[in-house]
């Protein structure tokens, strides 16, 4: 669970609602109408940018803004090490007795395609494929949820005119001119509420997460070639401590 994901949401939305509530009655700003143009019009635009496939397979992105563990480059390192020295000291037929004990996917298909004699390059290219199209579907969540947080505000403004409209129509009646101003403010409100709290936010997150796990993979890519190149472990080591900040970077003792 990503703690800050959650507590930016739940502090952004509880702030609203108590400068609400100091300022008058939290009812007055529920509006159905106000409710039903902004999200079912940045619904409608989602879908009108997207296929539906994309929007419903959103879903599976978003829960990495809130569910996501951050890959620890130290962690992954001294691993990739360890299998650099087993290679090198019993060859790359004795990692395959390594793979049952690794539990990233990425690294573990990357180990097994050199137990099988893949070319170094072919590996690279193999794995840069899996990369690329993983960030790829996390690339257009992204943005898909940066879509949402732009139309959102323009909803809003849409029911400010339509609300604006309404009220003008009914100058002649003083009870009806409050609820029409209120549906062109609350719109407005709405709009600027969902793109500014939700929809941009995790956009920005997703777009984080997407760059961490690139970087992340990419030091297992650059592990995986060296071992199948043959490279000796300290320059495998030295190779992927350029991943690291100077500060985190650690020489990784034999077992």
Do not use: C
């Not at 700003?29 to 940018?49: D, E, K, W």
């Not at 996501?68 to 990692?95: C, E, F, H, N």
């Amino acid at each position: 669970m990503d703690v800050a994901t959650l507590l930016g949401i739940v502090s952004g939305f509880g702030l609203v609602i108590m400068a609400i509530k100091m300022g008058g009655g939290l009812i007055w700003f529920v509006n159905v109408p106000s409710m039903m143009i902004v999200l079912g019009g940045t619904l409608a635009i989602t879908l009108i940018n997207y296929p539906l496939s994309d929007v419903l397979g959103v879903m599976k992105v978003l829960k990495n803004a809130f569910l996501y563990k951050i890959p620890q480059l130290t962690a992954m390192l001294p691993k990739i090490v360890d299998l650099s020295r087993v290679a090198r000291r019993d060859g790359i037929l004795a990692m395959e007795k390594e793979v049952k004990k690794i539990n990233e996917p990425f690294l573990g298909k990357g180990v097994e395609l050199a137990v099988d004699g893949v070319e170094p390059d072919a590996i690279r290219n193999i794995l840069e494929n899996e990369l690329f199209f993983t960030e790829d579907r996390h690339k257009k969540g992204a943005e898909i949820f940066t879509v949402m947080g732009t139309m959102a505000p323009a909803m809003g403004m849409i029911g400010t005119l339509i609300g604006l409209v309404n009220m003008l129509m009914v100058m002649d009646d003083p009870a009806a001119i409050g609820p029409a101003m209120a549906l062109a403010l609350i719109t407005t409100f709405y709009g600027s509420v969902l793109a500014n709290l939700i929809f941009i936010p995790i956009a920005g997150k997703l777009k984080v997460r997407r760059e961490d796990e690139s970087k992340y993979k990419q030091l297992i890519i650059e592990g995986v070639t060296s071992i199948q190149f043959g490279d000796n472990p300290r320059v495998v080591e030295q190779k992927l401590n350029t991943y690291l900040s100077p500060g985190e970077r650690k020489s990784v003792p034999k077992k």
